[in-house]
């Protein structure tokens, strides 16, 4: 099984999406970021709940949303695959196949609308780091909509309200779809913006000490923010520019003490998480992915940082798009059971 996860963006014109009855076999896929230059409908402004979030809005819509816990999340399931994903955020929480879980949340998360959801496969739009707006952006942050799906899948949107224009002076729609089908997850933003992006990308693991995390890393340039600081990217408002003399020195890292490391121009390519414990996971990341950052709190029992690791593909450099300009990127999870 693999994970599917797509991200779209097109003009306003674009039609609904529809869904032929069956769907695929079981993998997870997600999609995601729709920008238009028009007036967008206000949504509530309650974490986690969209005006009419549990709604039907497209005639061929059959996903539910179960509200009976403190925030609403359409279950999804597939054969021997399930998948949670919260409205809040649009976050994708859980990803299990035949018994094993891919994805971490981690044990400090909020699951009561106070805050957005820490960990899981949040969208980080429309920055990545801190500074100028809200670290990280704020779309992972804010009420989704359901708008289209059914049992495997569900399409969510979000559009931008006084609070978002009030960071990022934009209107916007953006629609992202999960699925569990077979394939891989991608992500397409397009129309007259500039941004940078990431996902934000938390793996489950058994024992992060005994995990090993492989890709083009050697030779490349690297960022550790463990001595740069995220205060001169705050300062700067930008990815800072990596030293002549600090690259990758081999293609296997391990997860020994605190990790903050970014590995620039690394992808496309692939990254592949090893847990002996469980089996591997592969990171296939293609089209505008450029940049992989690893992250782990070494030693933060509060985070439970011995039972997941961050490998996310991002876009660091800011994309500018001309109208009628596109950007693509694809990311699949491809996950091997012990």
Same mark, same amino acid.
């Given at each position: 099984?693999?994970?599917?996860?797509?991200?779209?963006?097109?003009?306003?014109?674009?039609?609904?999406?529809?869904?032929?009855?069956?769907?695929?076999?079981?993998?997870? *896929?997600? +999609?995601? #970021? /729709?920008? &238009?230059?028009? !007036?967008?409908?206000?949504? @509530?402004?309650? %974490?986690?709940?969209?005006?009419? *979030?549990? +709604?039907? #809005? /497209?005639? &061929?819509?059959? !996903?539910?949303?179960?509200? @009976?816990?403190? %925030?609403?999340?359409?279950?999804? *399931?597939?054969?021997?695959?399930?998948?949670?994903?919260?409205?809040?955020?649009?976050?994708?929480?859980?990803?299990?196949?035949?018994?094993?879980?891919?994805?971490?949340?981690?044990?400090?998360?909020?699951?009561?609308?106070?805050?957005?959801?820490?960990?899981?496969?949040?969208?980080?739009?429309?920055?990545?780091?801190?500074?100028?707006?809200?670290?990280?952006?704020?779309?992972?942050?804010?009420?989704?909509?359901?708008?289209?799906?059914?049992?495997?899948?569900?399409?969510?949107?979000?559009?931008?309200?006084?609070?978002?224009?009030?960071?990022?002076?934009?209107?916007?729609?953006?629609?992202?779809?999960?699925?569990?089908?077979?394939?891989?997850?991608?992500?397409?933003?397009?129309?007259?913006?500039?941004?940078?992006?990431?996902?934000?990308?938390?793996?489950?693991?058994?024992?992060?000490?005994?995990?090993?995390?492989?890709?083009?890393?050697?030779?490349?340039?690297?960022?550790?923010?463990?001595?740069?600081?995220?205060?001169?990217?705050?300062?700067?408002?930008?990815?800072?520019?990596?030293?002549?003399?600090?690259?990758?020195?081999?293609?296997?890292?391990?997860?020994?003490?605190?990790?903050?490391?970014?590995?620039?121009?690394?992808?496309?390519?692939?990254?592949?998480?090893?847990?002996?414990?469980?089996?591997?996971?592969?990171?296939?990341?293609?089209?505008?992915?450029?940049?992989?950052?690893?992250?782990?709190?070494?030693?933060?029992?509060?985070?439970?940082?011995?039972?997941?690791?961050?490998?996310?593909?991002?876009?660091?450099?800011?994309?500018?798009?001309?109208?009628?300009?596109?950007?693509?990127?694809?990311?699949?999870?491809?996950?091997?059971?012990?």
């Amino acid at each position: 099984r693999a994970l599917r996860a797509s991200a779209a963006a097109r003009p306003s014109s674009v039609a609904a999406p529809s869904f032929a009855g069956g769907g695929a076999p079981p993998s997870l *896929a997600a +999609a995601g #970021v /729709l920008a &238009r230059a028009a !007036a967008a409908a206000r949504g @509530s402004r309650r %974490l986690g709940r969209a005006a009419g *979030a549990s +709604a039907v #809005v /497209l005639e &061929r819509c059959t !996903a539910t949303v179960d509200e @009976s816990g403190a %925030l609403p999340v359409v279950k999804l *399931a597939k054969g021997d695959a399930t998948a949670d994903v919260y409205l809040l955020g649009a976050c994708i929480t859980s990803y299990n196949t035949g018994g094993t879980e891919w994805i971490c949340v981690r044990p400090d998360a909020k699951l009561d609308g106070s805050t957005g959801i820490k960990g899981g496969l949040p969208l980080c739009f429309p920055q990545f780091g801190p500074d100028p707006i809200q670290q990280n952006g704020f779309a992972r942050d804010l009420p989704w909509k359901l708008v289209g799906g059914d049992a495997s899948s569900c399409v969510l949107e979000l559009t931008d309200n006084e609070e978002t224009r009030s960071m990022w002076p934009h209107s916007f729609k953006i629609e992202f779809k999960v699925a569990l089908e077979d394939g891989q997850l991608t992500t397409k933003i397009s129309d007259d913006l500039f941004f940078t992006t990431a996902l934000h990308s938390y793996y489950n693991v058994s024992d992060v000490n005994t995990c090993t995390i492989k890709g083009d890393f050697k030779g490349a340039d690297k960022l550790d923010m463990t001595q740069i600081g995220w205060a001169s990217w705050a300062e700067q408002g930008r990815c800072p520019e990596p030293s002549a003399n600090v690259k990758g020195t081999d293609d296997t890292v391990t997860v020994t003490k605190v990790v903050q490391e970014i590995y620039l121009k690394v992808l496309p390519g692939s990254v592949t998480l090893s847990d002996p414990a469980k089996g591997s996971l592969g990171i296939v990341s293609g089209g505008g992915w450029k940049d992989c950052i690893l992250w782990n709190p070494h030693g933060d029992k509060n985070m439970g940082a011995d039972n997941f690791v961050c490998v996310e593909s991002a876009a660091l450099d800011t994309v500018v798009l001309k109208p009628k300009g596109s950007w693509v990127a694809t990311m699949n999870l491809v996950p091997k059971s012990k």
